[in-house]
Structure formats: C-alpha cells, structure tokens
C-alpha cells in the first residue's frame, strides 16, 4: 500500500475535502479554507506589480487557492524600504494594485495586501543607493548585538502608524477584501515584540509581551477605526526570525493568550500565524503547533502555515535546499488537525509557487501529477505571462 493511496484506516491521506468547506469572516465569503500567503517575488518595479504578477495570482486562484494575500508591500513612508523592486501601495502604485485585485476577483477569489515595514533589518546596499534612506526601529537593533538605523521618536512612530492606515485605506479603496499587517519574520511590528529587538524604555517597551504588543495594537486599532465593517483586518505573528529561528517573542502559553487576546480587542479577525512546518508542537506536554496554541485563546480565524505538502522548510529552500513533496502521509496529519479545531484557514506557500494547481490536484485525488517545489523556483519562477 502507497503511503499516497490510504492510510492504515482505510481514509485517503490526501482527502483535503474537510478543507474545501466555505468560511464567512465579517463580511469576506471564502469558497475554501486555502490561502496563498505574501511571498516577495521581485516582480515590482518602483513598487507597482506587473503584469506578470498579476497573472500569477490569478493562476493560483484558478488552481483553487480562495485567498491571496498580496506579497509584502511597503507602506507609504521613506523609512519603510528604499529598494523599488518590494512592492509598496502609496498614490502611484494603487492603480496597477487595483488591477491585481479586479483579476483575482475576476478569477473568483478574494485579496489582502500585505502592510509592511522592514524596520531595522539590513538588505544591503541601502547607504550607497539612497543616502537619505534612514532605517527606523523600536531601537536600531537589527539582531542582539547589531546596530541598524535608529530608534524612532513617538512623532516618528506616529507618521509610521499613519501609514499604515494610509495603506489600509488605499487597499480598501481598490476594492481589495482586507489586509495584513506583517508582524512577524523580524520586521518593524515584529521587532516591537521580541525582547531581543525592543529595548524601548517608554510606553512601547517592557517586560511583558502586553508592554511590547502595544505599538502592533495601535496600529491594528487605527487601521480597524479607519476601515469599514466588511474589510478583513489579518494580523501575521511568528516567534521566528529570518535572521534567528531559535527566537521567541513568548516562552509560555499565557503570554500568546496575552498577545492574542490585545490584539483581538485592536480588531484583529485572523491570526496567521507562521510556522516554519506546521507540525512542530510549540511547547511540551502538546503535541499543538504555534497555530493550535493560538486558536485555544480565540474566536478569531486562524491560518496555519509551514511546509504544506513538502520535507524542507521556508528558509532551507531559500538558502538553495531541495526538498521533496511529502504527498499524502503529513495532509492526513494537516486535516487531523484542522478536524480538531487547531484552525481555520491554511496557507500553502512554496507548494502553489511550484504548482499553480496544488489545490485543484489535491482536490481531484491526483498528488502525482503534482509539480515539484524547486528550490529556484521562487527567483526564476517557471510562471509565463497568459493574457
Ligand atoms: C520566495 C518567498 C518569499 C516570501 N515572502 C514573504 C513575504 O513577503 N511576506 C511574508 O509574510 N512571508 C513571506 N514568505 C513566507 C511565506 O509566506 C510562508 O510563510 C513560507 O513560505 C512558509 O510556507 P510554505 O512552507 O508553505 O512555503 C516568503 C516565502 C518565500 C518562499
């Protein structure tokens, strides 16, 4: 017996149709519970998407996915990022987003803009091709023990906050379903919650992961004043950093509860919360992911993510690793899961970047006819322009 065909219990391990259920979250309409999460392909030019990444959203929504969440996307601020091949949505790029949405739409799912910062994180290259650039942070810490950039003043922090509502409003404008804003990975809003980045001794610092959420739930609290009641606000969490993945922003249940519970008050509607295999247990005695432990402190929706349908992780891929499609064995595992209520919604990154028709081909039994994840795949993406 194929660990591809059944399981011990006679269930095919890759019967997904548990997920293919519909979810109403305010007034967004999922046809199913698979995401596309933000993934940064280097496809923008001074921050507007092009053609090209238009039609790749789009082939993702035709091949099942029913939510895209757009890659990270700038706000409108000079500390947010200075390299133009990041998307960003200010005034001239909301157009070419616009028809990013309308072709996702179009295609029959719904869009998030992904709201983001990269607060102290150090790209390289940034002093010599733009020398005004200044790289704002809870406190010019890129890692412990690595300086980038400065702390931002409380008025900094406010024309920060401000931008983000900015990027809100501009998404909701454009007709897009919601957004997220990226808290997670060791950008600006992540930097606020790990200790290891967040030295600040004012109201934004502190001991307790409440004091360090509090710049995150302002933000969220300003964007959820701003927009309307049927735009979905998500807020992305993760205790790891690309720079460290041994990083916590909580050692122990209750302070998440504590995270999750604040930010749920500010107007979050889901958590996506980032794990780098979706399996791992968070903490003795569970054998829970982030996402399960999440879930137990809410009724918000939750998104699981982390090496969906294959055997290398996010960062290993990035870093050239090949990995191989796990096929049935760990999607039995995935809907067991879910079954039990550890989310709502699950993201499906790399496995989509590879296969446009993960979904659909998991859907119609068919993981064989799958196309493998390449560790090039995400720079030289095999994805061809169809008009
Ligand atoms: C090429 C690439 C770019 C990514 N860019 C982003 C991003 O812009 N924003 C974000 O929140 N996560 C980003 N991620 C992380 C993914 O959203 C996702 O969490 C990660 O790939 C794990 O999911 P997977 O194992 O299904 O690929 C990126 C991942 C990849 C592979």
Redesign the pocket.
Known sequence: MSQLEESPTGTAEYDISPLLEPLKIRGLQLRNRFVM?????YWCADGAPDLRLREYYRRRVRGGASLVIS??CAVDHPSATKNPTFARISPDTRDAWRACVEGVHEAGGAMFL?LWHQGAVNYGGDAESNPDFVALSPSGVSHPGESFGRAATEAELDSIKAAFVRGALDAEEIGADGVEL?S??GFLLDQFLWPGTNLRTDRYGGPSIADRATFVAEVAAAVRAATGPDFVMSV?ISQWKESDYDARIVEQPDELGQLIAGLRSAGADIFHV?T?RFWTPEWDGSDRGLAGWAKSFTDAAVIA????G?DV??MA??NGEEGQPTGGTRIGELVRRFRRGDFDLV?????Q?GDPEWIAKMTDHRPADIRAFRAGD?WLSHDVVST
């Open positions: 999460p933000g993934m940064q392909r890659e990270s992904q990226h997670a990975h992305r980032s780098r993510v982390g090496s969906v294959l992780d996010v891929s990035l993201s499906v990154g790399r496995s970047i995400p």
